[in-house]
């Protein structure tokens, strides 16, 4: 069973921005980044494959960029021009040919 630990979420300021990471314990086909704002479902942000091939929301195109190193089974996301509404619990997800898995989530508020 993969388990993934996140960090790098934080405060921030409108305009800033902030690198989140996770660390998976076992190989992954597939790794994204989910968010959750409160009171709102969660939606994904951006996923990767074990080739490279991205997929971004609408939302964060020309802002955000994932990336991943499949040695070390990492996932990154690199958030940049941050916005009140990017405020939410961002979740590291895996696929693994198997099924999916969650991280436990970390806290990006984005508030002056």
């Known amino acids: 069973q993969v388990q993934l630990v996140e960090s790098g979420g934080g405060l921030v300021q409108p305009g800033g921005s902030l690198r989140l990471s996770c660390a998976a314990s076992?190989?992954?086909?597939?790794m994204g980044w989910f968010r959750q704002a409160p009171g709102k479902e969660r939606v994904l942000v951006a996923t990767i494959t074990s080739g490279g091939s991205t997929n971004y929301a609408d939302s964060v195109k020309g802002r955000f960029t994932i990336s991943r190193d499949n040695a070390k089974n990492t996932v990154d996301l690199q958030m940049n021009t941050l916005k009140p509404e990017d405020t939410a619990v961002y979740y590291c997800?895996?696929?693994?040919?198997?099924?999916?898995?969650w991280g436990k989530g970390t806290l990006v508020t984005v508030s002056s």
């Open positions: 076992g190989s992954t086909e597939r």
């Open positions: 997800w895996g696929w693994d040919r198997q099924m999916n898995y």
